[in-house]
Nanobody
Framework: QVHLVESGGGLVQAGGSLRLSCVAS????????MGWYRQAPGKERELVAI???????RYSSSVEGRFAVSRNKDMSTVSLQMDSLKPEDTAAYFC???????????WGQGTQVTVSS
């Protein structure tokens, strides 16, 4: 079993910053990538940022240059630093992890980020 628990969401004004964190527990060996997705009301879940065990990162074009994803060495924690937030960043943010081999994916419960204009 794997559990991903997010923290750090909240309400912030446009132009402000938030930092999301996700801690993995349980059978957390063998993750090859971790990251963040988001889902706004009435929209599909979309990729925000991914970081591979190699350190390679990938961002949505809508957040590149404003957000930064990082992880600790053993891939048990992933964070998302969000700067210059915009109202369109408002969404539930979900932590994500994938295990090598079978490609099993794991999701957190989500944390709400609301950006007021």
């Amino acid at each position: 079993q794997v559990h991903l628990v997010e923290s750090g969401g909240g309400l912030v004004q446009a132009g402000g910053s938030l930092r999301l964190s996700c801690v993995a527990s349980g059978r957390i060996f063998g993750f090859d990538k971790m990251g963040w997705y988001r889902q706004a009301p009435g929209k599909e879940r979309e990729l925000v940022a991914i970081i591979h065990v190699s350190g390679h990162t990938r961002y949505s074009s809508s957040v590149e240059g404003r957000f930064a994803v990082s992880r600790n060495k053993d891939m048990s924690t992933v964070s998302l630093q969000m700067d210059s937030l915009k109202p369109e960043d408002t969404a539930a943010y979900f932590c994500y992890a994938r295990r090598q081999g079978w490609g099993t994916e794991y999701w957190g419960q989500g944390t709400q980020v609301t950006v007021s204009s």
